[in-house]
């Protein structure tokens, strides 16, 4: 199964970009985000919030866009609600508050394995869009929620190639939300070249009171008229062509181009053997949810004691298709939900001959 990296972008940049966007890519059929598999469990932690414990950082012209669509009410009116508070709003775009960003950095030094988590922590890095299981601004949404996966059908290769992506279409935001800025009059000497965070732009406090003096100084003519600049810079945006778009980015686009056209070449579904063994020499530890995480290089793989047990099973003497029937009578779909993850990552390794 393919699918085009056109269609993980948000639309407004199938306009402009190039052409390498239609090139197919497997389908990511691991990271089934609308049935999340580990949230089908109701003691898991992340149950009411899936892989969205972030805060995104979309950029003005994506903001202008969804303000003025016809469309994703709820996101608008979330969107309008934060842009009156002033925390983390910027004339590049949100930018995570500076009591969000702490928190993230105490919560994550607490637990560094993403073990041990309490549903109460989780939560208190939930997105700010996120709606019960569902993104409200997903149309617009911004380089980690376009690139994330938790598991990839190309193993590392597949990771390779989105962490590349997200790293490009993070140089697109923070190109092009400056140029939507000079092109509205900005000073030059006042827009920054690096990217905007909470360190470099010192708008709110840990306990998200407004600087007022830093606040207005930011945002000049434009102060109380935030939504307003947002609007303009997606006018701006949505106007550019491709010969504009490439001369905006300069040099490092043509790299990122290249760099991507290789990593796809490597981001392809193996075909996996009919036998498979259990890779006993990966180590294994319980959670503290009861989980089985397998500890395996590069990632850490978490099933439900009762797929380990299954997998155990798996000792080369019978094929996966007929291992997997075993899992039928617990409503399990093995195959589709588990076992490439399983293989890409060495757990079910092939038999030797």
Known sequence: ????????LPPLYHRFFPD????????????????CVFCRQPQNPFINTKCCTYYPQMSNYLIGGLLQDSGWTEGKKRMSALIKSRKGVTPYGLIRPKGYDLLDQELRSLHPTDTGWTQMEVEAL???????GQCTVWAYREHCCSTHFCFSVGGKKGKQFWS?????????????????LYQLGWEADKLLLEKPDCRNILIDNPLGEINEEHYAALWGKWTGREEQLYAACYEIISQLDLDTFERIMGVNHQIYLAKLTHSKTQFQVPDIPEFLI???????????????????????????????KLVEKFDGTRTYHSLSSLFIP????????YLLMLYLNNILIQKEA
């Open 1 to 8: 199964m393919t699918t085009t990296v056109s269609s993980k």
């Open 126 to 132: 939930r997105c700010p869009f996120y709606d019960k």
């Open 278 to 308: 259990y890779n006993r020499k990966i180590d294994t530890e319980t959670t503290k949810e009861g989980d089985i995480r397998y500890l395996s290089s590069g990632t850490h793989v978490v099933v439900s004691p009762l797929i380990h």
């Open 20 to 35: 390498f966007i239609e090139n197919e890519i497997p389908a990511e059929t691991i990271a089934t985000c609308d049935d």
């Open 330 to 337: 617990f409503g399990i779909d093995f195959q589709k939900d």
């Open 164 to 180: 590349l992506l997200n790293d490009y279409l993070i140089l697109v935001e923070k190109e092009l939300s400056k140029y939507a």
